[in-house]
């Protein structure tokens, strides 16, 4: 079996999927995409596809390795991603034709489901408490919420007490035994995140989110002293070597790997054991489109450490199209009680709408996240 062709399909909400063909008949699917630099993504993947025209599709580890280390500039955001989708298509393309899922590949399934959860909030947190009422009626047992808008690097009280009354807000709705994750989103400098850490924690959270940006990882050090709520971070990082250094810290709880950016089911399947070793649970970062949470899953069925899956169900990014819209069968992500079932079908477990994606695909979409500036002008993190 050879690899005839690839193609590329930039998709609204934000999307960019990958078709990747062969000379058997048998198509394999991924999702290579950087949230706001999609077109540079799909760059970087035509550029592999000079290489991957005529290879057997097969032999996936060998495909991964040339990708990555016959590059002298190696690793980052673009490359990364563009290697992600790939892995993606190609486990697809594997799984498709033995007739088994991905992860009986890596060990088959030590879960039958595993916990998800939602988004309520948008980019800058309100009526967060009528949002988390409606995932409770959904039948959701955790959600996700950005923690602040702008915040400078010592910035006001009052923004604290903004914080703790939405969070406030949404525990009054669900209980305590409703998991509440929080994130900072790498907008909050380590002065304030010292700060909201230890406010935060009488509420109890499921966990705080990149509490400071990843290349202040060091920071995490002094973090972790003012708190004993879980610490998770991992979303922009890219490699097992990107995570090495993290893992060694120590302070670190959960890492989020992303399966459309940290190079895809190959790579993550390895932070995710090296995690393992560090006695630190995987939570893989997925506000993305069905390919990328399909590929989720997969990890997460044959993964010991796995702990919650994020999806991107009604998540406020997807104002034109939503997770289900390219599927042909929406039903294989039906959430029941906090749950989803892993996908059993062949490859990654799930059917593309083809005559969706190429019909959504001559609408396009120019997606970037806003500029966000604070209130003396300053540029401020997003």
């Not at 930039?10 to 048998?26: A, E, Q, Y």
């Not at 034709?97 to 948008?122: Q, S």
């Not at 906090?338 to 005559?355: D, K, M, T, W």
Request: charged share 25%; proline share 5%; net charge negative.
């Amino acid at each position: 079996m050879k690899i005839t062709s690839l193609e590329l399909f930039l998709v609204p909400p934000r999307w960019l999927f990958l078709k990747i063909s062969t000379d058997s008949g048998i198509d394999g699917w991924g999702e290579p995409v950087v949230e706001g630099h999609a077109a540079t993504v799909a760059c970087a993947v035509r550029e592999a596809g000079e290489y991957l025209i005529g290879q057997d599709p097969l032999r996936i580890e060998d495909i991964w390795q040339v990708l990555y280390r016959t590059r002298f500039y190696r690793g980052g955001a673009i490359l990364m991603s563009a290697i992600a989708g790939i892995d993606q298509a190609l486990w697809d393309i594997k799984g498709k034709h033995f007739g088994m899922p991905v992860h009986e590949f890596l060990g088959g399934a030590l879960r039958d489901k595993i916990r998800v959860y939602a988004w309520i909030g948008g980019d800058s947190p309100s009526d967060v408490g009528r949002d988390a009422r409606k995932k409770v009626e959904a039948g959701f047992t955790a959600i996700k919420m950005n923690a602040t808008d702008q915040l400078h690097y010592v910035d006001s009280f009052d923004k604290v007490d903004a914080v703790l009354a939405r969070v406030n807000e949404v525990r009054a709705v669900t209980g305590r035994e409703f998991g509440i994750a929080i994130d900072f989103h790498g907008r909050v400098h380590k002065s304030m995140a010292k700060i909201l850490v230890k406010e935060l924690e009488p509420l109890h959270p499921l966990f705080i989110e990149e509490p400071v940006l990843p290349e202040n990882e060091e920071a995490l050090r002094e973090i972790a002293h003012h708190t004993t709520t879980p610490i998770a971070t991992g979303e922009r990082l890219y490699s097992r070597w990107d995570f090495k250094h993290l893992l060694h810290s120590g302070y670190v709880d959960i890492i989020q790997p992303d399966l459309s950016h940290a190079g895809g089911i190959s790579e993550v399947k390895k932070i995710a054991s090296m995690a393992e070793a560090y006695d630190v649970a995987l939570a893989p970062h997925c506000p993305l489109g069905p390919l990328a949470l399909a590929s989720c899953l997969q990890i997460d069925a044959c993964t010991h450490n796995a702990l919650i899956q994020e999806q991107s169900l009604n998540i406020h990014y997807n104002t034109t199209s939503d997770l289900l819209d390219y599927l042909e069968d929406p039903a294989v992500f039906s959430y029941q009680e906090g749950y989803v079932a892993i996908p059993r079908a062949p490859g990654l477990g799930i059917s593309i709408n083809e005559e969706a994606v190429r019909k959504a695909a001559l609408t396009g979409h120019d997606w970037h996240n806003p500029i966000w500036r604070t209130s003396d002008g300053a540029v401020a993190e997003w």
